[in-house]
């Protein structure tokens, strides 16, 4: 092991971190479709040459995919072993959920870093396509049953062999989409990035040596490791339980139940899900590499500062029931897993609150809103407008919730209203924040939002919506209280409609002119609402986000004696 000297680790935990930033970077100017180009649904990183460990990642990737892309390198680094045959220059491609985590529309790109004949690492990309075959164009299916009905199915495969691109590969991928021409520019964009990873891989050992390089890698791994240690002996001993409840499964209207128990023991913490719910017919269910790396997301969460890497999570044990939703087996549908994730994240954050509420705010929102409006344009080319819509976050001890934010599973953006009228056939009514939306508390949380997209194509479309919190609304802690539930609404002939299910529906007919409409709950309250300062309740009033009427009876009458 080589000695390796504060300031020299500093630098290149640096240099590291920029090489990871800069294959984001590359991937999101190249992508062709917005999801990744826009809203950044995408990370690269380093990882493990044998165990497939989180060495590095980019700051502007999904946080989710830190630990999934570690399953995704573990799973290329069993099939090459069995294989026998990794060479300098091949790349694995695969998209199977219950292997890599996350869901079918994430496709996920594996390279070898090879340095003087020895393999030294692994380079990998991962990237939301915009449609990957399956039964609803953008490939949230509410009502799927099985992995089938919601994409095509890749296992990890050779895409190239040393250096030598396999052209059969790209063909299957391309018959299995509506959008052959996006799904090839963002193919080629994660390409690209992999490659100048390797060029700044090879800069970097060019200037410090090998023998450095990963000294430096497993230094920063123990030392994040020494790190959560720390944090975790500064708070108490104790075990503390939290539940929350997703609406249904998209085929029975049946909530279901996601349960932790925390415990805290000197240097090392427990999350314990035993309880959670079964695993159910509809796409709400995870895999066991989705559950493990949401836990990891959680965690960083409560504890910021600690670095991007596997160390971090050393000391902590993830208990996950066998046959619950959050260990799902193939063929299960795992398609809506970012609601699944998102209440996993709540219900941390809320056993969190009983142990150490300064450290933790109330729950966000809750859902990504993932809703698919496509059709075919009058010259019979298809369009497929995905997206995820924003809400409000939760208070915190210090100060209110942000309004009109992205998913706490993440660090993607809203894709700009103007991106989506130029890209697609439709026009947004509204774009605004929901008044009255958020919790009340000593801080209150953040506001929701009211989307109203109307379909401009002569031909009409198709809507599909997978929600959450339509039945179970944002919570909030330290007795602050809870925020607005989530509702979907969309027009037809005799007015507007709401889904059975709350947040789930498929195969809505729009005609030209007609539109649907998302009003976004927003984030839980923090502290009491009767410890709120009257100034700003009454600023609030004043810009809109409160009502008159709801201030008074959520706060009581005072701050109509302040001037704003």
Same mark, same amino acid.
């Given at each position: 092991?080589?000695?390796?000297?504060?300031?020299?680790?500093?630098?290149?935990?640096?240099?590291?971190?920029?090489?990871?930033?800069?294959?984001?970077?590359?991937?999101?100017?190249?992508?062709?479709?917005?999801?990744?180009?826009?809203?950044?649904?995408?990370?690269?990183?380093?990882?493990?040459?044998?165990?497939?460990?989180?060495?590095?990642?980019?700051?502007?990737?999904?946080?989710?995919?830190?630990?999934?892309?570690?399953?995704?390198?573990?799973?290329?680094?069993?099939?090459?072993?069995?294989?026998?045959?990794?060479?300098?220059?091949?790349?694995?491609?695969?998209?199977?959920?219950?292997?890599?985590?996350?869901?079918?529309?994430?496709?996920?790109?594996?390279?070898?870093?090879?340095?003087?004949?020895?393999?030294?690492?692994?380079?990998?990309?991962?990237?939301?396509?915009?449609?990957?075959?399956?039964?609803?164009?953008?490939?949230?299916?509410?009502?799927?049953?099985?992995?089938?009905?919601?994409?095509?199915?890749?296992?990890?495969?050779?895409?190239?062999?040393?250096?030598?691109?396999?052209?059969?590969?790209?063909?299957?991928?391309?018959?299995?989409?509506?959008?052959?021409?996006?799904?090839?520019?963002?193919?080629?964009?994660?390409?690209?990035?992999?490659?100048?990873?390797?060029?700044?891989?090879?800069?970097?050992?060019?200037?410090?040596?090998?023998?450095?390089?990963?000294?430096?890698?497993?230094?920063?791994?123990?030392?994040?490791?020494?790190?959560?240690?720390?944090?975790?002996?500064?708070?108490?001993?104790?075990?503390?339980?939290?539940?929350?409840?997703?609406?249904?499964?998209?085929?029975?209207?049946?909530?279901?139940?996601?349960?932790?128990?925390?415990?805290? !023991?000197?240097?090392?913490?427990?999350?314990?899900?035993?309880?959670?719910?079964?695993?159910?017919?509809?796409?709400?269910?995870?895999?066991?590499?989705?559950?493990?790396?949401?836990?990891?997301?959680?965690?960083?969460?409560?504890?910021?500062?600690?670095?991007?890497?596997?160390?971090?999570?050393?000391?902590?044990?993830?208990?996950?029931?066998?046959?619950?939703?959050?260990?799902?087996?193939?063929?299960?549908?795992?398609?809506?897993?970012?609601?699944?994730?998102?209440?996993?994240?709540?219900?941390?954050?809320?056993?969190?609150?009983?142990?150490?509420?300064? !450290?933790?705010?109330?729950?966000?929102?809750?859902?990504?809103?993932?809703?698919?409006?496509?059709?075919? !344009?009058?010259?019979?080319?298809?369009?497929?407008?995905?997206?995820?819509?924003?809400?409000?976050?939760?208070?915190?001890?210090?100060?209110?919730?942000?309004?009109?934010?992205?998913?706490?599973?993440?660090?993607?953006?809203?894709?700009?209203?103007?991106?989506?009228?130029?890209?697609?056939?439709?026009?947004?009514?509204?774009?605004?924040?929901?008044?009255?939306?958020?919790?009340?508390?000593?801080?209150?949380?953040?506001?929701?939002?009211?989307?109203?997209?109307?379909?401009?194509?002569?031909?009409?479309?198709?809507?599909?919506?997978?929600?959450?919190?339509?039945?179970?609304?944002?919570?909030?802690?330290?007795?602050?209280?809870?925020?607005?539930?989530?509702?979907?609404?969309?027009?037809?002939?005799?007015?507007?409609?709401?889904?059975?299910?709350?947040?789930?529906?498929?195969?809505?007919?729009?005609?030209?002119?007609?539109?649907?409409?998302?009003?976004?709950?927003?984030?839980?309250?923090?502290?009491?609402?009767?410890?709120?300062?009257?100034?700003?309740?009454?600023?609030?009033?004043? !810009?809109?986000?409160?009502?008159?009427?709801?201030?008074?009876?959520?706060?009581?009458?005072?701050?109509?004696?302040?001037?704003?």
């Amino acid at each position: 092991m080589t000695d390796i000297d504060p300031i020299t680790l500093s630098v290149l935990a640096g240099r590291m971190e920029q090489i990871a930033d800069e294959m984001d970077a590359t991937l999101f100017r190249a992508a062709f479709n917005p999801i990744i180009a826009e809203a950044h649904d995408a990370s690269h990183g380093l990882y493990h040459a044998q165990s497939g460990d989180t060495l590095v990642q980019g700051k502007s990737g999904l946080p989710i995919f830190v630990g999934v892309m570690s399953f995704a390198v573990k799973a290329v680094i069993e099939k090459a072993a069995a294989d026998g045959d990794l060479q300098d220059g091949d790349i694995y491609i695969f998209n199977d959920a219950h292997i890599g985590g996350t869901h079918l529309s994430d496709m996920r790109l594996v390279r070898p870093y090879f340095r003087d004949g020895k393999l030294f690492c692994y380079l990998a990309s991962v990237g939301h396509w915009h449609d990957v075959g399956g039964a609803v164009p953008g490939n949230y299916n509410p009502a799927a049953t099985e992995v089938f009905q919601e994409a095509f199915v890749l296992p990890p495969v050779k895409l190239a062999r040393a250096g030598v691109v396999n052209q059969d590969i790209i063909d299957i991928l391309l018959r299995n989409t509506r959008l052959p021409q996006s799904a090839m520019g963002d193919l080629n964009g994660q390409m690209g990035a992999l490659d100048l990873g390797i060029r700044r891989m090879d800069e970097l050992l060019d200037e410090y040596g090998a023998d450095t390089v990963d000294a430096a890698l497993d230094a920063l791994g123990h030392r994040a490791e020494a790190l959560m240690r720390s944090e975790l002996e500064g708070l108490p001993d104790g075990r503390w339980e939290a539940e929350d409840f997703l609406d249904n499964d998209g085929i029975t209207d049946t909530p279901l139940a996601i349960r932790v128990a925390l415990e805290i !023991r000197d240097d090392r913490m427990i999350l314990d899900f035993e309880g959670s719910a079964p695993q159910c017919a509809g796409p709400v269910n995870i895999a066991l590499p989705t559950t493990v790396a949401t836990a990891y997301v959680a965690i960083k969460h409560v504890f910021p500062a600690l670095p991007a890497n596997a160390g971090v999570m050393r000391p902590i044990e993830v208990k996950v029931p066998e046959g619950s939703l959050l260990s799902a087996e193939f063929p299960a549908p795992t398609g809506g897993y970012t609601e699944t994730i998102l209440r996993m994240i709540d219900v941390v954050f809320s056993a969190f609150a009983k142990a150490a509420p300064e !450290r933790v705010v109330a729950n966000a929102y809750g859902t990504i809103n993932a809703l698919s409006i496509a059709g075919k !344009r009058s010259n019979g080319q298809p369009w497929v407008m995905f997206s995820f819509y924003g809400g409000g976050h939760g208070g915190s001890p210090e100060t209110d919730g942000l309004n009109h934010g992205n998913a706490p599973i993440s660090t993607a953006t809203i894709p700009p209203m103007e991106i989506l009228e130029a890209a697609y056939p439709v026009m947004f009514r509204q774009w605004a924040l929901r008044s009255d939306s958020a919790g009340a508390g000593a801080h209150r949380g953040g506001m929701g939002a009211v989307y109203e997209i109307e379909v401009l194509e002569e031909n009409g479309a198709e809507a599909f919506l997978f929600g959450e919190r339509g039945r179970f609304a944002p919570k909030g802690i330290a007795e602050g209280q809870d925020a607005a539930l989530n509702i979907f609404s969309y027009e037809q002939d005799d007015g507007w409609r709401q889904p059975r299910l709350a947040s789930k529906i498929r195969g809505i007919r729009l005609r030209q002119g007609q539109a649907v409409r998302l009003e976004t709950p927003g984030g839980g309250g923090y502290g009491k609402a009767e410890d709120r300062q009257a100034a700003d309740i009454a600023l609030d009033v004043a !810009r809109g986000l409160v009502s008159p009427d709801r201030a008074d009876r959520l706060y009581g009458p005072a701050w109509r004696e302040v001037r704003v």
